[in-house]
């Protein structure tokens, strides 16, 4: 998710940090200090530019140290639990996307051999999800930014066929609709809104945290483009039931396809629970989105769509064009782009194998089946689905009848201080006065450091326990006024107010995905 920027006006830029400094007076280095150390020379002594362009060069052992240094300043990746994204390769994969920095992916002419990985990395994702092998039309897919972009797609191809179907019955085709849990994350709101498709929610309730197939199927109608179900909640990482949709939409005769978001999930089923029916298999699933750089292992950004077959993509949404001498069929939503993370995903998928991603995933699954049950021994309750029934995370929250003088909030905080991140938040639309913590369990989080994040928590809470309500209440609202995420500035205030999405409408917050 990229955020929107606010361009600082001319008194913002030029005001102090602190209040009356625009009058003291310093000393300023001399031209020929630029060729000292780092430190000796003169950009040690003057403010990174923030605002505008400099008018000359900095030396590159000076530009490279300086912006490392401000960098340090961000967290551990390692020690964010809150994210699903992937913060550890191998040395040689690095090396290999390194390399194909300067490439330009969309550029199939002058690097062919790219192009053909990527048909490898489609190939082998859509046999994972058991496409269609044997009929006359293949399955097809493209690479993606991430999953965002793969739902903006699948989304715009279920929208322009009901249009198509319906401008040959001679019918109004003015008001498509999607159905969809009130725990999606957020890049579906903006796939409707963007696309303008209305919203049909199933709400969850305070026992549900996923979609519930009749709800769904009730709310289908003539102007439905489809259903959304979600393998791997970012909030609690559980699996929608998608056979009990299919079922009951192939029962009642209703022709609506699923578009099935494995953002989260879809690396993870196929080797921890393959006997799951949620895929290709279901004859009503017509695409599948999946995120390389979650649990697919590579660093950010690549994701993946694929279609049962060309049926469900019109073909009026595929430009044919001509770039620099080559052919080619397009279905996205920018154009240029690195190669680096296909050529990542590709690694990654002949690396590791079926044996290793399911060494991998169980490996993570009993990690998080071993946290789960060290937080419930020091008395919480756990809320998401241990044994390989979910994601490999722990969704954890307080428990109402120890009747504690803090909130989950207030844990996150205490431990966002010994450098973890783990994520308090609110629950979806209808229960959002729940509150709970999660912990994603990625590839590079150890049992060893599973232990050493329980005891930060036992501390945390011992910590909090000790303290009175006046002085928690003090210590919370320093907390988020002086960390990083309390002093965030690149929100524009035009904008904070807006009441369109679910977060604007009812106060909830989205899990970190």
């Known amino acids: 998710m990229v955020h929107l920027a606010s361009v600082p006006n001319d008194d913002q830029v030029n005001a102090p940090l602190v209040k009356g400094m625009e ?4 000393q300023q280095p001399s031209e020929d200090e630029s060729t000292a150390s780092v430190y000796g020379s003169k950009f040690a002594a003057e403010d990174l530019p923030k605002h505008e362009m400099p008018e000359s060069e900095m030396p590159k052992e000076i530009a490279y140290r300086m912006i490392r240094d ?33 490439k330009n992916f969309i550029d199939y002419e002058e690097y062919p051999q790219t192009a053909e990985i ?21 399955a097809m897919g493209t690479s993606t930014v991430g999953s965002s972009e793969a739902i903006m797609l699948g989304t715009l191809a279920m929208k322009k066929r009901w249009q198509n179907k319906r401008k040959a019955e001679g019918k109004d085709f003015s008001k ?11 890049c579906w709101e903006k796939a409707a809104r ?5 919203e049909k929610y199933v709400y969850c309730t305070k026992d549900r945290y996923v979609i519930d197939p009749e709800e769904a199927v009730k709310l289908v109608d003539e102007n439905t483009i489809g259903i959304c179900a979600i393998i791997g909640t970012t909030y609690t990482g559980e699996y929608e039931n998608v056979k009990a949709i299919n079922d009951l939409l192939v ?27 949620w895929d290709f298999r279901l004859e009503k699933v017509i695409s599948i989105n999946v995120s390389g750089h979650k649990y697919g292992l590579v660093y950010p950004g690549v994701g993946w769509v694929v279609w049962r077959s060309p049926e469900y ?14 052919d080619q069929a397009s279905f996205t939503l920018n154009f240029s782009k690195g190669a680096s993370q296909v050529i990542g995903q590709y690694y990654q998928m002949i690396r590791l ?36 029934e979910g994601l490999p995370l722990v969704a954890f929250r307080l428990d109402p009848k120890h009747k504690h003088h803090y909130d989950e909030f207030a844990v996150a905080h205490n431990l966002r201080e010994r450098g973890w991140v783990v994520p308090a938040y609110t629950m979806a639309p209808h229960c959002e006065s729940l509150k709970l913590m999660r912990v994603v369990v990625r590839e590079d989080f150890s049992r060893s450091r599973c232990d050493q994040l329980v005891a930060d928590i036992k501390l945390a809470l011992s910590t909090l326990n000790g303290m009175d309500a006046q002085r928690l209440k003090e210590h919370t609202q320093h907390a988020k006024k002086n960390t990083a995420s309390g002093k965030s500035t690149h929100n524009h205030p035009k904008y904070k107010d807006e009441k369109h999405s679910l977060q604007g409408k009812t106060g909830k917050t989205h899990a970190v995905c």
């Open 23 to 26: 009058n003291v007076k310093f």
């Open 70 to 102: 401000e960098l340090s300043l961000d967290g551990n990746p390692m020690l964010n639990l809150a994210s699903f994204v992937t913060t550890y390769m191998e040395e040689e994969v690095e090396k290999l996307m390194a390399e194909a920095l300067p």
């Open 118 to 138: 990527q048909n490898r990395c489609v190939s082998m994702i859509a046999r994972m999800f058991n496409a269609p092998t044997t009929s006359d039309e293949n």
């Open 176 to 186: 498509p609709n999607i159905v969809m849990n009130s725990a999606v994350q957020v």
């Open 194 to 198: 963007y696309f303008e498709v209305e």
């Open 251 to 277: 029962e009642k005769k209703i022709d609506c396809p699923i578009h099935v978001d494995a953002a989260s999930g879809g690396f993870v089923v196929p080797f921890v629970k393959p006997e799951l029916e």
């Open 313 to 326: 993509l019109p073909k009026e949404l595929v430009f044919n064009i001509n770039y620099l001498g080559a």
């Open 353 to 388: 194998g079926k044996h290793g991603y399911r060494s991998i995933m169980n490996n993570l699954t009993r990690t998080a089946d071993y946290l789960a049950a060290s937080l419930k021994q020091l008395g919480f309750i756990i809320m998401s689905q241990g044994n390989g």
